[in-house]
């Protein structure tokens, strides 16, 4: 079946260093969404990417979309504690575009 | 505040037993989806209902159902609970039935089955 392959599964950082999790899809994907879940709470929307190859910046998050929009990546710059949480992507896939979830990514940010 | 509501927001009950989460989406949402996060786990898409139709359907359990009513609120019933039910349950609405809808997600229904 479709799936959205999310990586790594968790990562710790040092504040102030950078983090990046991928997100890959066994099929072309017609959207991507970000969302972002701190500990204890719910997910939130981050963002949307649509077109291929697109890129867009929110402060220090740089979301990306592959030119196959098969992959996508959510790199932030210099972390701070309030980036701790998880990270999840989701991807619009088949014919009712239904959207296919990563497992997401666990950052943990050492002060 | 996402404006999607969900009632209870902690429930304890027994294995065997069968209990309702209550959903209210977001002013002007059509959308309702339900989705299960277990610890430590992603994700689990259950059910989405549009415009009180099921749209799609995931991993949802026989022993689980749900329904959107005509006022757009969804209830989704867990019954003949087992321990492995325990988890999160989070309820999102979006205003579209697609993919590129944002879904914005109330603080979830943590169910602790004994």
């Known amino acids: 079946g479709q799936q959205v392959m999310q990586i790594p599964q968790y990562q710790h950082v040092q504040e102030g260093e950078d983090f990046t999790t991928y997100c890959n899809s066994s099929?072309?994907?017609?959207?991507i969404q970000w969302y972002k879940q701190r500990p204890g709470g719910h997910p939130v929307f981050l963002i949307q990417?649509?077109?291929s190859g697109e890129v867009k910046k929110q402060k220090r998050l740089t979301f990306q979309f592959g030119e196959a929009k098969k992959n996508s990546s959510l790199h932030i710059t210099a972390t701070q504690t309030t980036d701790v949480g998880t990270y999840f992507c989701?991807?619009?896939?088949?014919?009712?575009?239904?959207?296919?979830w990563g497992l997401g990514t666990s950052l943990a940010v050492n002060p | 505040d996402s404006g999607v509501t969900q009632t209870p927001k902690h429930l304890i009950t027994a294995t065997g037993q069968r209990v309702t989460l209550r959903c209210s989406p977001r002013?002007?949402?059509?959308?309702v989806y339900w989705y299960q996060q277990s610890l430590d786990q992603g994700l689990q898409f259950l059910i989405q209902y549009y415009n009180g139709e099921e749209r799609a359907k995931g991993n949802i359990l026989e022993r689980f159902s749900a329904q959107q009513f005509p006022d757009l609120h969804s209830e989704l019933n867990l019954s003949s609970l087992e321990l492995g039910d325990s988890a999160l349950y989070f309820c999102?609405?979006?205003?579209?039935?697609?993919?590129?809808?944002?879904?914005?997600f109330g603080e979830g229904s943590r169910l602790t089955v004994l």
């Open positions: 989701a991807g619009g896939a088949g014919n009712n575009r239904k959207l296919i």
């Open positions: 999102a609405s979006s205003v579209t039935s697609f993919s590129t809808g944002e879904l914005f």
């Open positions: 990417l649509v077109k």
């Open positions: 002013s002007g949402d059509l959308s």
């Open positions: 099929t072309t994907l017609s959207n």
